[in-house]
């Protein structure tokens, strides 16, 4: 994104879109809680989860998962909807200790889900295959159990029989329902038109492991590098860690190559949503690097990089093998998943929703969470976190004025932000400050069901060595350059 005039930065950030309207359960939170805190049954605390989770409510979801489970700390019903709540309010971590507390054979849908995003959260995908089939086994499923079932086969390139259930998904959908159900049917806007068109062989293929160069972009300061699609080129593309499992090609870029829309979708970036193509990408090779049926795709992309890139490599694309970003020697490296670590201190990672590099990190002494995205120049923090490290103090937000990045019709609201410290894997920040990005709690956070506080881009990223992403083990290791 580009912020005038006191901060120039980019963001080439991708999600899914959101829902347009306000969500008519968050009015219905307080009359729900005060009959939990009054009448303390497990049915009291089941209703009030209920309206909490679908009014998106996470901070009234966190505090009602402690309220429970003081109240009935035995009660195994209570366990998956504490474990989302807290899952949801971004406390992996305990969360997962919940999680752990759930019974192994539960039939519970609530908690079924739950423990399919916290195995896949961990790359743990044959216990998220297993705990997927059981959900599905279920009656009466909603567009939640199956949009979660997707959710596996997507991450397992499972694909077969995946148009039934993206069609079951869209007769479910209710997004009178509130969330999530509110986001799910824009997440899956065209994708069952996509697989009817070009089949359900797996994607992301990667057919030869090697290495490309990776410069930074000119102007933006970006990773990125040099690729050839279909045989044309070269094309250069942002590599970038937040930018989805697909690639992302200007207009332009795909009428010269040949490549042809077959569905059509909504994509999200900070500047608000916008149309996009969907296609697909038979050979992609980047440096010596080989993928095949890559998904892709295609929206004004050009003009949100002023020119300076053609398109975006969303790193999700490599799941299948083990990415190093080299920033010192300037490579991108592929190589096979493996045993051995890298160089380095290893990362608590979690690999959430389409391929997001999240780890736990503090803010102030006090835990939170970020996503690694080197499409953003900056480090932005999320408004939530910012009020609750600094109450009752005045924070200044302000519009940058014009569309900065991916998206059209909306402006985000930015913050000027207090100093505070930071660490990440390991490295200490000490007056880490500068900007706070609405886009976190509004969208990213729902959309990725966890509440993130910081997003940390290549301002970090170019302290770093390199840093390396097993994809299937879900392992990272960051190697730190020395300080001067």
């Keep these: 994104m580009f912020l005038q005039p006191a901060v120039v930065a980019v963001m080439m950030l991708l999600f899914p879109s959101g829902p347009e309207t306000e969500n008519p359960w968050k009015v219905k939170v307080p ?30 979801g966190a505090k009602l998962a402690d309220m429970a489970l ?37 039939t519970d849908r609530i908690a079924l889900r739950t423990l399919i995003g916290v195995r896949l959260a961990r790359g743990e995908l044959d216990a998220a295959r297993d705990l997927a089939v059981r959900l599905q086994a279920l009656p009466d499923q909603t567009a939640e159990d199956v949009n979660q079932i997707l959710t596996v086969r997507f991450t ?21 329902g509130g969330y999530p159900e509110s986001y799910i049917a824009e997440a899956i ?18 057919v030869a492991y090697g290495s490309a160069p990776m410069p930074p972009l ?36 795909a009428r010269e190559v040949g490549l042809r829309s077959v569905a059509s979708a909504s994509i999200r970036g900070v500047s608000g949503k916008q149309p996009s193509g969907q296609a697909l990408i038979d050979e992609l090779q980047i440096g010596t690097i080989q993928c095949g049926r890559v998904l892709t795709r295609v929206f004004g992309l050009r003009a949100a990089t002023m020119g300076a ?57 006090k835990v939170g969470l970020a996503l690694l995205d080197t499409g953003a120049d900056v480090v932005a923090m999320s408004p939530s976190r910012l009020e609750r490290l600094f109450p009752g103090r005045k924070i200044q937000t302000f519009s940058p004025g014009v569309q900065i990045g991916v998206g059209a019709g909306e402006l985000p609201e930015i913050s000027l932000t207090p100093g505070v410290e930071l660490v990440v894997v390991g490295r200490t920040y000490t007056d880490c400050g500068g900007l706070g990005l609405d886009v976190l709690d509004t969208i990213l ?25 097993d994809f299937p083990k879900c392992r990272m290791w960051i190697d730190w350059l020395e300080r001067e």
């Design 218 to 253: 000119v102007l933006l300061n970006l990773p990125s590098c040099d690729v050839m699609i279909n045989g044309h080129g070269p094309y250069r593309l942002v590599v970038d860690t937040g930018g989805s499992m697909m690639v992302s090609l200007d207009e332009a870029v």
């Design 156 to 176: 397992l390139n499972e694909l077969k029989g995946i148009n039934e259930l993206l069609r079951k998904a869209e007769r479910l959908v209710n997004t009178d």
């Design 309 to 365: 890139a053609d398109g975006v490599i969303g790193t999700g694309i490599f799941g299948e093998g083990r990415m190093t970003l080299d920033f010192v020697g300037g490579q991108l490296v592929l190589e096979a998943s493996q045993d051995k670590p890298a160089a380095g201190t290893a990362a608590p990672l979690r690999l959430i929703g389409d391929a997001k590099l999240v780890v736990p990190i503090k803010l102030e002494k």
């Design 70 to 106: 003081r109240e009935h700390p035995d009660d195994a019903t209570l366990a998956g909807a504490a474990a989302r709540a807290v899952w949801r309010a971004g406390q992996l971590e305990r969360a997962e200790g919940l999680a752990a507390k759930i019974p192994p054979k539960t």
């Design 189 to 206: 806007e065209g994708i069952g038109d996509f697989f009817d068109a070009v089949g359900t062989e797996p994607v992301n293929q990667i």
């Design 31 to 60: 009359a729900a809680v005060e009959e939990a805190r009054s009448r303390k049954t497990v049915e009291a605390y089941q209703k009030a989860f209920d309206v909490a989770w679908r009014a998106d409510d996470w901070v009234v």
């Design 445 to 469: 956070s729902p959309v990725l069901g966890v509440q993130l506080d910081v997003l940390i881009g290549m301002a970090t990223f170019r302290d770093m060595r390199s840093c390396t992403v």
